[in-house]
């Protein structure tokens, strides 16, 4: 049972331009969502929150987008850099436990 | 210290030998979690403490593995008699609380069983 998915494996941006990934959650208990960034080889980073009851947070060149109907949320990147190329990976949290990862998006910010 | 610091950063075993992984959370932390991915696949939850308490373990495998945060001593994480199907990367986190405050990743071990 995938609680949380995200559906496209891979996206390709030109370096300047918003890169959009994007998450589907299945569980309405889910109290926190959190996306992080994974380079090869090292374990994930933290990038960047939203509480259940809000609806868009914003950190510098990330937005997280979060609609609650749809039960959807969406990470932006603007402008995109190359040194955002990594996998991304959104999760969900219930009471604050543990994470319920998606399968990651690759992204290639291309120069 | 301010990482997480897993050891050792790989590790080989032959199918049935015992396989052990360590986690230092960052200090200050009380919650720990250990994840396994595998195949660059999904992280799948194995279990999460509270200090030296058990917190959540419904993700352990019900056999072979084991895990224990004592005080004053890593944390570890226990695979008795390993199988092939446990190759993969052992992720350990901690964080301060259960208030939604993220999870801070080590870079992980990994583990090949041949």
């Known amino acids: 049972d995938q609680q949380v998915k995200q559906n496209s494996p891979s996206l390709s941006v030109q370096e300047g331009r918003i890169s959009i990934l994007n998450c589907d959650y299945t569980n309405s208990m889910f109290d926190y969502f959190l996306w992080y960034k994974k380079y090869p080889a090292e374990g994930p980073t933290f990038l960047i929150s939203i509480s259940s009851i809000k609806d868009k947070n914003e950190d510098g060149r990330f937005t997280v987008f979060l609609n609650k109907s749809a039960k959807h949320l969406s990470l932006h990147i603007v402008p995109s850099q190359p040194g955002d190329s990594a996998v991304y990976f959104c999760?969900?949290?219930?009471?604050?436990?543990?994470?319920?990862f998606g399968a990651g998006t690759i992204l290639r910010v291309k120069s | 210290g301010e990482e997480v610091a897993q050891t050792p950063k790989h590790l080989v075993r032959g199918e049935g030998q015992k396989a052990k992984l360590y986690c230092a959370p960052i200090?200050?932390?009380?919650?720990v979690f250990w994840y396994q991915q595998v195949l660059k696949n999904e992280f799948k939850f194995l279990i999460s403490f509270q200090n030296e308490n058990v917190f959540d373990e419904t993700g352990m495998p019900k056999e072979r593995f084991s895990a224990k945060c004592l005080p004053n001593s890593p944390c570890s994480l226990e695979i008795q008699a390993t199988k092939l199907e446990d190759s993969a990367v052992y992720f350990c986190?901690?964080?301060?609380?259960?208030?939604?405050?993220?999870?801070?990743f080590g870079n992980g071990t990994r583990l090949t069983v041949t």
């Open positions: 999760a969900a949290s219930l009471r604050g436990n543990k994470l319920v």
């Open positions: 986190a901690s964080s301060p609380g259960t208030d939604g405050s993220p999870l801070h």
């Open positions: 200090k200050g932390h009380s919650y």
